[in-house]
């Protein structure tokens, strides 16, 4: 008995389809978590693809490095940029303004005191009030006479 003749492209799920896209991706070397995109490594990052105008930031999952890769207008690729990043503690910053006040690499030797501030405004109060004692001086001294 005779089988009947169908086109190759009907019902033969064998046979590729023509209008099925026959694009497979391939695997990257990248990934993408929590709005982050991992890279590994320097030549991963230089063939990420770019969009027009636009940049991005890789991290790079093989050391402490992260870059920046754009492009222009046109879609040349720019320059990649590379940065190396460390990890800082904040235990050397102050905890107070208490201690800001007594850190010892501040000199506080060119400021004065509350106390000598007063001292000075009450002096040059008087001494408006008295145009005769102006140029005289509490310790005595006398400024230009």
């Given at each position: 008995m005779a089988?009947?003749?169908?086109?190759?492209?009907?019902?033969?799920?064998?046979?590729?389809q023509m209008y099925q896209n026959q694009y497979i991706p391939q695997q990257q070397t990248q990934q993408q978590s929590g709005g982050l995109t991992w890279v590994q490594g320097i030549e991963a990052a230089k063939s990420y693809p770019v969009s027009a105008g636009q940049s991005?930031?890789?991290?790079?999952?093989?050391?402490?490095?992260?870059?920046?890769?754009?492009?222009?207008?046109s879609g040349m690729p720019l320059p990649l940029r590379v940065f190396d990043y460390t990890e800082r503690t904040i235990n050397n910053a102050p905890k107070t303004a208490q201690e800001t006040?007594?850190?010892?690499s501040i000199d506080l030797s060119a400021y004065v005191t509350r106390d000598e501030l007063e001292s000075r405004i009450s002096e040059i109060m008087?001494?408006?009030?008295?145009?005769?004692?102006?140029?005289d001086r509490k310790d005595g001294q006398n400024n230009g006479k």
């Open positions: 089988m009947p003749y169908f086109p190759a492209s009907y019902a033969n799920p064998y046979m590729p991005i930031l890789l991290m790079d999952s093989e050391s402490n490095s992260f870059f920046i890769k754009s492009a222009d207008a006040r007594t850190d010892p008087a001494s408006k009030r008295n145009p005769d004692n102006r140029n």
